[in-house]
């Protein structure tokens, strides 16, 4: 058997519960689903996941600045046919 190490992580009982539900339910523990994302982060030379901000970009900010000038692009609109006229105006 190979030497292992003790591990200590810190998180909201919730967390570890839904985390340990959904590992045993893939056939592993929680320890095994740990040591498989490090091994999948030495793959990947960094974590093996996207990691971004959940946030509007440049682009839509510009069109949410865009749009708070337009006075005839607020509502409330009656319908979507009314919604749509002021649209294509």
């Known amino acids: 058997m190979a030497n292992k190490s003790n ?3 810190r998180m909201e009982p919730e967390l570890k519960a839904q985390a340990a539900a959904l590992f045993k339910a893939l056939g592993m523990d929680l320890s095994t689903a740990t040591g498989i994302f490090y091994r999948q982060a030495l793959r990947c030379h960094g974590l093996p ?3 971004k901000l959940d946030e509007p ?3 839509t900010y510009a069109a949410l600045a ?3 000038k337009d ?10 046919a009314e919604l749509m006229e002021a649209l294509n105006a």
Do not use: I, K, W
């Not at 006075?71 to 979507?80: C, Q, T």
């Open 49 to 51: 996941f996207e990691v």
């Open 66 to 68: 865009d749009a708070e």
């Open 57 to 59: 970009n440049e682009t």
């Open 71 to 80: 006075d005839e692009m607020y509502g409330p609109f009656d319908s979507v």
């Open 7 to 9: 591990l200590t992580l």
